[in-house]
């Protein structure tokens, strides 16, 4: 019971992703089998430290990586605050554990080169999977959203007269970000194309499958990885690498980092209205002097 009632905290009240939710159940649920394969008498509720400590044990010499092991630690550490937020514990067995040590990893981005590469030079074909494959690689180098903000995009999001786009982020947290007279020209032409769609069943959602359905995180991923596959020998080709790309290229042409970092929707900045440090008339004089395809 405590469990589905997690689920619901996460989803109702934290606004987490499905995706997140999924994750936190089946790592919670997998240090409940450890308990009931190793401790029988022990329920989560019951484990002490030492006992979660000996399952962290169990995942190391299973040669799982430090990363994912502390993820699943940190499921269950908001499964315990959360036992303790509706009283059901009165201690957090994890209250004093410290996470194991991970390596860096080294985030490289791709150069203009290749991004002009992807967009410019690499055959979008005059379709409607051409002009919408394109248009997720401008969205994603010239606002630096998310995988997931992108793909819950609605059209009403688009605002072409004031050239600014609504972004829903992490915690259902609204930003507004600019938009490019040459993004503004390929949303257009896609929407032209998309019109053309038999059966459409999300109308609302900017981005569609072929089949007239919401466009989904993994298609995502295939069309970025897809295209950078022929523009860029880098190891990492994901929509995450785009959007680091495009802070990265934006400090490097001397944008403010608080500009790029309210751009990008980060958490640091901890905000509990839209643009706190810049307003949207700030943002777009940054933006639009520091963007390199702002010229186009």
Do not use: C
Not at 6 to 14: G, I, N
Not at 66 to 80: D, E, G, M, P, Q
Not at 182 to 209: C, G, M, P
Request: hydrophobic share 35%; charged share 25%.
């Amino acid at each position: 019971m405590s469990l589905k009632a997690f689920v619901d905290y996460l989803e109702l009240e934290r606004n987490y992703s499905q995706l997140t939710i999924k994750a936190y159940s089946k790592d919670i649920e997998a240090f409940q089998e450890y308990l009931e394969k190793n401790h029988e008498t022990t329920t989560i509720k019951t484990a002490n430290y030492s006992q979660i400590r000996s399952w962290i044990v169990q995942l190391v010499e299973s040669k799982i990586s430090n990363r994912t092991i502390n993820r699943k630690i940190s499921a269950l550490n908001t499964y315990y605050k959360f036992l303790l937020k509706i009283e059901h514990l009165k201690t957090n067995p994890l209250a004093k554990h410290k996470a194991l040590k991970t390596s860096k990893k080294i985030q490289v981005p791709f150069s203009q080169t290749e991004v002009a590469m992807a967009i410019d030079d690499l055959q979008h074909e005059n379709n409607f999977k051409g002009l919408r494959n394109k248009l997720i690689i401008e969205l994603f180098y010239s606002t630096g959203i998310r995988r997931i903000e992108l793909v819950n995009l609605k059209i009403k999001d688009i605002n072409q007269a004031n050239k600014t786009l609504k972004v829903l982020g992490k915690r259902n947290k609204e930003r507004y970000v600019p938009l490019l007279d040459s993004v503004n020209k390929t949303i257009n032409q896609y929407i032209e194309k998309r019109q053309e769609l038999k059966n459409i069943k999300d109308q609302e959602y900017l981005f569609l499958t072929k089949r007239g359905v919401k466009i989904y995180e993994t298609l995502v991923y295939r069309i970025i990885n897809e295209y950078f596959s022929l523009a860029s020998n880098k190891v990492k080709k994901s929509p995450h690498i785009l959007r680091h790309s495009f802070a990265t290229h934006l400090l490097n042409q001397g944008a403010d980092l608080n500009a790029v970092k309210e751009l990008l929707g980060h958490s640091s900045l901890a905000a509990t209205q839209v643009y706190t440090h810049n307003s949207i008339a700030q943002l777009k004089e940054v933006y639009l002097k520091a963007h390199p395809r702002s010229k186009k």
